[in-house]
């Protein structure tokens, strides 16, 4: 099956730095990834959709100078927090998208834990 | 305005029990509707969406326009269910729900 990593799995950073995490498809080419940001006990929210090799597409309220995405290749995506805040804490999400007969289906990431002190 | 509702937070029953997860959504449209389930320290996966029909782990779901609904059941529960389920709606992009905590107990 699909198989959707991310690296670090979990980050310790300090205020003012900036962070980045990886989100790569293993065993097949994406052309869409989505980043997700999930709050304790909390749902997925959408931060912005990332298409190879144009400009990510960010949500409403996501700030795209502080969330940067680099999609460069067909199987890695990239999320920077730049100048991490303790309010940046948070558990980052990432999938990769393929189309299926006539729909998408979606594989997640294992997730990426950050916390900024 | 919020696309996907899931009423309920925790939802708790005795193992052998049938369970109703429910899922509204809003959308004039004709809807692609998933169901995606997480367990504990395992990463998102999907459990079937309505386009393929199918049933998952006994698990089914159906749609019903008239309600906007895509409530998810199943008719013994399993201890092994027990997780977190989240409803989506797709609409170009992925909509979530909030998500319920099943809890299947012993």
């Known amino acids: 099956g699909a198989v959707v990593s991310q690296h670090p799995s979990w980050v310790i950073c300090k205020s003012g730095t900036s962070v980045k995490i990886e989100c790569r498809s293993l065993?097949?080419?994406?052309?869409?990834m989505f980043w997700y940001r999930q709050f304790p006990k909390q749902s997925l929210m959408l931060m912005a959709t990332?298409?190879?090799?144009?400009?990510?597409?960010?949500e409403q309220g996501v700030e795209k100078d502080k969330f940067l995405i680099n999609h460069a290749s067909l199987t890695l995506s990239t999320l920077t927090v730049t100048s991490a805040h303790p309010e940046d804490s948070s558990f980052y999400i990432c999938?990769?998208?393929?189309?299926?007969?006539?729909?998408?289906?979606?594989?997640f990431g294992p997730g990426t834990r950050l916390t900024v002190t | 305005a919020q696309r996907v509702t899931q009423p309920e937070k925790l939802l708790s029953v005795f193992k052998g029990a049938p369970v109703e997860l429910k899922c509204n959504y809003s959308?004039?449209?004709?809807?692609?509707l998933f169901w995606y389930v997480q367990y504990s320290r395992q990463r998102l996966q999907l459990l079937l969406r309505?386009?393929s029909r199918e049933s998952i782990k006994g698990f089914t779901a159906d749609l019903n326009k008239g309600e906007t609904s895509f409530h998810l059941k199943k008719p013994f529960a399993q201890e092994e269910d027990s997780a977190m389920y989240y409803c989506a709606l797709l609409i170009n992009k992925f909509y979530f729900g909030s998500g319920t905590k099943l809890n299947v107990k012993p």
């Open positions: 990332s298409n190879e090799g144009s400009k990510a597409t960010y």
């Open positions: 999938s990769a998208s393929v189309r299926t007969s006539g729909s998408y289906e979606q594989y």
């Open positions: 959308y004039s449209g004709s809807p692609e």
């Open positions: 065993d097949f080419q994406a052309t869409t």
């Open positions: 309505h386009i």
